[in-house]
């Protein structure tokens, strides 16, 4: 098996107006909101918030994944194209990449192979200005707070020492982890920097339903304290109705079109192991109003993004998913068993057999939601087929299918066996879907049922700053919110260099971060950071562009 060159999937590309794609889910075209020939907003009307209304809802996730990522998205095209050359109508629901990892260590996020969306260039840079408009609304905030600070205006009287709220970029750039501002030189306070796809902002448009859901939302941001101690908010600011005028659009969801010309919507991009990890209720909503059936992923494996869709997603928006899919692959697995970089493309039954365990934990997790998933092993060409005949063995030892997914050289064509499983699990009646843990629940004990039951850990540390995080919490009355875990996605722990299936460790609270506006909390694991940096030799230097606007290197 030899992988596609990008020349020949260009030639291979016959991208379709994207009037072709709104007639294939039954919109009208008039409706639109046009970005170019190949790209569209759709309007919130559409969503019909209905069970009657609602297609079937696949989740795809994975194991832990190697630094370079193993083709989550690529799979989830993949079904998505396989599904609908097997007659089921069936839509692509992704979320946005961000140019982080665009420019860092993954390159291109649309997918790959065969097996993409498109506009694939569009997507991967800037697409519809979603990311800006979040990025936008969330400094209006921080310029609205130093302005307040350089006025000495006393109505708020906040501390500049007490201020928790940071700035965006939708970048890679350590260098703004922390930094310290000077407001026209009478202030001058400590301030730091999310990276977009990891600000609360993007996951308050993740979150919202309407509007006026999302204004409401921006007002309850939660900016710091008063020199009193008292909390401040946005709303005090009078900024949510000047953010949510930033994101009028960018609460739209996107259509645009897998490489076979079907449907597919892409709509924000949060992380999953800094942030929720999964694209915005609205257009989860919007695809299963319009589809039989919904393609969705969660980002990193399935310890993170799944995790959160699952406790937090689900029980804001009122879904749940109807099966669920974890992608393995050899590589991955070999990684697990104690390969290097450099011994990744290495046939080793050994590590294949080692690595598995970290496979098996990730489907216990998933049972743990009453969710029985099919395990698609996404193939590359190093693959051997005593090494792939192992894992379709123990996982049908264990009562799971594991099915070989070739979509990325071959499309759709490549996924039908992984459609064809997906619907029989579907159709089985097994799949009974629950939440882990009851919001309620004190804030500690959530944490905890995470940590051992999710991660396998005995137990849950928190340093003195997470101590006293935990008193803001109580005294802010936000104990009852669900949790969203900061964690690295290298290891089921929070320790990046445990792979496999870690025993006998304990996790570390080294301090929260507070979402009220999007509704969660945020305890932040071990090393994770909520700014990254680009590796040393970034994504980057591997792109070009002729004078002719050709790109390369990009996908």
């Not at 008063?226 to 930033?246: D, F, I, N, Q």
């Not at 449907?263 to 694209?279: V, W």
């Not at 689900?314 to 050899?330: E, F, K, Q, R, W």
């Amino acid at each position: 098996m030899a992988f596609p060159t990008d020349l020949q999937i260009a030639q291979a590309c016959k991208i379709r107006h994207i009037n072709e794609i709104a007639a294939k889910l039954g919109i009208n075209p008039e409706v639109l909101e046009h970005f170019g020939k190949y790209k569209a907003k759709l309007p919130l009307d559409l969503i019909k918030d209905t069970p009657s209304a609602h297609g079937k809802l696949i989740l795809v996730s994975a194991i832990n994944p190697t630094p370079a990522g193993e083709g989550k998205t690529t799979t989830s095209i993949g079904l998505v194209d396989g599904l609908n050359r097997i007659g089921k109508k069936t839509t692509a629901v992704l979320r946005e990449p961000s140019l982080g990892p665009v420019f860092g260590i993954k390159g291109g996020a649309a997918g790959g192979g065969y097996s993409q969306v498109v506009p694939m260039e569009d997507i991967n840079l800037h697409f519809t200005g979603d990311f800006s408009a979040v990025e936008k609304a969330n400094n209006l905030l921080s310029a609205l707070i130093d302005n307040h600070l350089h006025n000495r205006q006393s109505t708020l009287n906040l501390d500049p020492a007490a201020i928790f709220w940071k700035r965006a970029m939708d970048m890679n750039d350590r260098a703004l982890r922390k930094v310290q501002v000077s407001i026209g030189g009478r202030v001058t306070r400590t301030d730091g920097f999310n990276i977009t796809a990891a600000s609360e902002v993007m996951a308050i448009l993740c979150m919202s339903r309407n509007l006026a859901d999302l204004k409401r939302k921006c007002g309850n941001i939660f900016v710091g304290l008063s020199k009193e101690g008292r909390p401040v908010y946005a709303r005090e600011l009078k900024a949510e109705a000047a953010m949510t005028l930033l994101m009028r659009d960018a609460i739209k969801p996107n259509l645009v079109q897998t490489l076979e010309g079907n449907p597919a919507i892409l709509h924000a991009g949060p992380f999953a192991n800094i942030a929720q990890g999964t694209n915005t209720i609205l257009a989860t909503k919007m695809g299963l109003t319009l589809s039989d059936y919904v393609v969705t992923e969660a980002g990193f494996g399935a310890d993170l993004g799944a995790e959160k869709f699952m406790n937090i997603k689900c029980g804001y928006g009122n879904l749940a998913p109807d099966v669920m899919v974890i992608v393995a692959t050899i590589r991955a697995l070999r990684h697990h068993g104690g390969a290097q970089v450099d011994a990744y493309d290495t046939v080793s039954l050994e590590r294949v057999q080692r690595g598995f365990e970290n496979l098996e934990k990730h489907i216990e997790n998933c049972r743990k939601f009453g969710l029985h998933p099919v395990v698609a092993i996404n193939r590359f060409p190093s693959d051997s087929e005593e090494e792939t005949r192992h894992v379709i063995d123990q996982c049908a030892a264990i009562g799971i299918k594991a099915v070989v997914c070739s979509c990325f050289v071959s499309g759709g064509a490549g996924a039908e066996k992984l459609a064809e499983a997906v619907l029989e699990e579907l159709n089985s009646g097994r799949n009974k879907f629950k939440r882990l843990y009851d919001w309620n629940l004190p804030v500690k004990e959530k944490i905890q049922i995470i940590a051992r039951e999710i991660y396998g850990a005995d137990g849950v540390d928190y340093s003195e700053r997470a101590e006293n995080n935990l008193k803001m919490i109580e005294r802010l009355g936000l104990a009852a919110l669900p949790i969203c875990m900061a964690k690295t996605q290298k290891s089921l722990s929070d320790d990046e260099k445990r792979v496999g299936r870690p025993r006998g460790f304990r996790v570390t609270v080294r301090e929260f971060e507070y979402a009220v506006g999007a509704g969660f909390l945020i305890p932040i694991l071990g090393d994770i950071m909520r700014m990254p940096g680009l590796p040393s030799i970034p994504a980057s230097e591997g792109m070009d562009i002729d004078e002719n606007g050709t790109i390369s290197g990009l996908s």
